[in-house]
């Protein structure tokens, strides 16, 4: 089995110095399931695993409960633990959830924005641009999964933000098999721009439709194979 990229890992851990070891096995966990640094369909070893994230074995099988709930792991009896399988399917129905909960979050964002938020933002997609120039596939990731968590921050419902972090995660598994596509992280960036312009306009409609035409962006980048 292929170690975690550690570039990869090393992003993905540098803000974690606060966090208890299970939250710490948790996200260097996700992060490489989420940039496909463990393959769907994959079957995987718990020592190896522990020496990949740098983790002791109970943060880690903390980390693997947490992750089976939310569909990125699956523990099969007697066999062990595997990497969720993707599918197409699978990719249409989650992108259907995505419409209804990411036009929720931008209606209720609208109202509630600041400009401390666009602010920040806007550097998030920035760095995603200075990311992508230097072909930085695993910071791309981390730093779209960052703006989109600062968009639910920003709807001010904890539940929703829960629900939309879930559905994020898995939606970069089949983000990231698409990446490599011509211009398709330039579309990314465009359309990230366009909900930060609804939003400073404070014009929940504008950007409802540009949130879902973000997300119907990347049903056709999937379609497209």
């Given at each position: 089995?292929?170690?975690?990229?550690?570039?990869?890992?090393g992003?993905?851990?540098?803000?974690?110095?606060?966090?208890?070891?299970?939250e710490?096995a948790?996200r260097?966990?996700?992060?490489?399931l989420?940039t496909?640094?463990?393959?769907?369909?994959?079957?995987?070893?718990?020592?190896q695993?522990?020496?990949?994230?740098?983790?002791?074995?109970?943060?880690?099988n903390?980390?693997?409960?947490?992750?089976?709930?939310?569909?990125?792991?699956?523990i099969?009896?007697?066999?062990?633990?595997?990497?969720?399988?993707?599918?197409?399917?699978?990719?249409?129905?989650?992108?259907?959830?995505?419409?209804?909960?990411?036009?929720?979050?931008?209606?209720?964002?609208s109202p509630?924005?600041?400009?401390?938020d666009?602010e920040?933002?806007?550097a998030?997609?920035?760095?995603?641009?200075l990311?992508?120039?230097?072909?930085?596939?695993?910071?791309?990731?981390?730093?779209?999964?960052?703006f989109?968590?600062?968009?639910?921050?920003?709807?001010?419902?904890?539940?929703?933000?829960?629900?939309?972090?879930?559905?994020?995660?898995?939606?970069q598994?089949?983000?990231?098999?698409?990446?490599?596509?011509e211009?398709?992280?330039?579309?990314?960036?465009?359309e990230?721009?366009?909900?930060?312009?609804?939003l400073?306009?404070?014009?929940?409609?504008?950007?409802?439709?540009?949130?879902?035409a973000?997300?119907?962006?990347?049903?056709?980048?999937l379609?497209?194979?």
């Amino acid at each position: 089995m292929k170690s975690v990229d550690a570039e990869s890992h090393g992003t993905a851990v540098s803000d974690e110095s606060s966090l208890s070891l299970n939250e710490q096995a948790y996200r260097r966990f996700k992060q490489a399931l989420v940039t496909l640094g463990y393959k769907p369909g994959e079957y995987l070893n718990t020592a190896q695993v522990m020496n990949d994230l740098s983790m002791g074995r109970t943060p880690i099988n903390q980390a693997i409960h947490r992750l089976s709930n939310e569909g990125l792991l699956q523990i099969i009896p007697r066999k062990g633990v595997m990497v969720s399988p993707l599918s197409i399917d699978d990719a249409l129905e989650l992108i259907e959830v995505r419409l209804a909960n990411e036009v929720l979050c931008m209606k209720l964002a609208s109202p509630r924005i600041s400009l401390q938020d666009l602010e920040e933002l806007e550097a998030i997609n920035h760095q995603i641009e200075l990311a992508s120039e230097r072909r930085d596939r695993n910071r791309m990731m981390l730093l779209d999964n960052q703006f989109h968590q600062r968009l639910a921050q920003v709807a001010g419902n904890k539940m929703l933000m829960d629900i939309l972090s879930v559905l994020h995660a898995q939606a970069q598994r089949f983000w990231a098999s698409s990446l490599s596509k011509e211009g398709h992280v330039q579309e990314v960036i465009k359309e990230h721009r366009a909900i930060i312009h609804a939003l400073a306009e404070q014009n929940a409609e504008a950007a409802a439709q540009a949130a879902e035409a973000h997300i119907l962006s990347f049903r056709n980048a999937l379609l497209r194979g």
